[in-house]
Each structure stands twice: as C-alpha cells, then as structure tokens.
C-alpha cells in the first residue's frame, strides 16, 4: 500500500504570495489531517476533513484554509504568506472511523517564505 | 484536554534500554495513550498504543500503571537509528484531533 505523499516536497514564496500544497491519503482512509510544525512551537494542528467535510479546526487566521474532494486527496491553501508561515506543513491520514485510531503522516512541504 | 508532560531530552549509548516517561493526570477513562517517533524533516511514525498494563510490539514496550497518570515508553537496546524526537499523545473522546506537545528528544551515542 502507498503512503500518504505530499507535493511539492520544497516550496519557497515570496510575502503576500499565497501557497497551495496537496496530499493523497493512504488509500481508503478518508480522514485527513494538516499539522503546522516550527521549531519554535512544534507540531500544530490545522484542520482535519472527513468526507469532504470540515470535521475539526485548530487555532490558525482565516488565511489558512484546506478542503477535500471526494477522492479524500486534501489541499491547504495559506493566502497573503507572512514570514511565520514558514514551517514544515505534514498531512496525516487515517480511515476516520475511531477516536484513538493512529495516524499515517506524510514526509511534509518544507515552506519558506521569504 | 489531557496534557502530557514529558522530558525535553535525554541521552543515552547505544544497546542500552532507554525508558521515557510521560504525565497525564487528566487522561479520561476512554483516552488511549500513544506514542510517536518522528526523524528531522519526516513525519512522525506511530510506535504504540496502549491503553492499560503493558503493551509489546517489534518496536517498543508501553508501560501504564493502573492509575493511568502516566506510562512509559521502553526502547530496548537502542541504536544510534533510534536518534529522534519521541511524543506522547492522550487521545481525545469528544473527537477532538490528537495534541503534539514538545516531544522528548533522545540522543543516541557511540
């Protein structure tokens, strides 16, 4: 079974640019989840969608949106980049059916904003 | 929310059994504990979850008294591989996604 992938691997943008990264989640899982990691304060939660629904969202600004398609594949999207935003972005997946079920990351999109 | 408490780092030589203690003194009766590993620039890996006495797979042991306000992560005879960042996790009942806190960095020497 492949893994979860996350595209592209590097990203470097410009402030005020906005940035689209894309996940495709273990096959059949349908619950996919976005993490914001810095080293200042580590591993953040987004947002997580199941079946094309918003089920949970962390305590990110409005800039920073995602959505899923019906083939659970998952963007994130962060309009009007600031130089914070720059951070290792991982997506999980997991089939979404269990609270305390584990998670399957990606290798991540290493953001730079500059 | 049950928060987890950890050491910031540790250090250890390789074939020894390195043992990483976690606090959760507000885990819910239906929390399971889990624990993850994860190397620079990769996303974390599950390890294993438990959710009382003592769990054992190819990887690790999970060790959680019967009070539940902590458990500890054994790793036999670690190598210098095993150099990562490990992170305990309490899952949420209300469905609420898992908290990442800091991890503990464990430094595997030679």
Sequence with gaps: ????TQTPRYLIKTRGQQVTLSCSPISGHRSVSWYQQTPGQGLQFLFEYFSETQRNKGNF?????????????SEMNVSTLELGDSALYLCASSPGTNLNEKLFFGSGTQLSVL | ???????????????????????HNNIATNDYITWYQQFPSQGPRFIIQGYKTKVTNEVA??????????????????SLSDTAVY?????????????????????VIA
Excluded: H, W
Aim: glycine share 10%; aromatic share 8%; charged share 20%.
């Design chain 2, 87 to 107: 992170y305990c996790l309490v899952g949420e009942t209300d469905g609420t996604p898992l908290v990442f806190g800091k991890g503990t960095r464990l430094s």
């Design chain 2, 61 to 78: 042991s999970l060790f959680i008294p019967a009070d539940r306000k902590s458990s500890t992560l054994s790793l036999p005879r670690v």
């Design chain 1, 61 to 73: 600004p409005g800039r920073f949106s995602g959505r899923q398609f019906s083939n659970s594949r």
């Design chain 2, 1 to 23: 929310l049950a928060k987890t408490t950890q050491p910031i780092s540790m250090d250890s030589y390789e074939g020894q059994e390195v043992n990483i203690t976690c606090s």
């Design chain 1, 1 to 4: 079974k492949a893994g979860v």
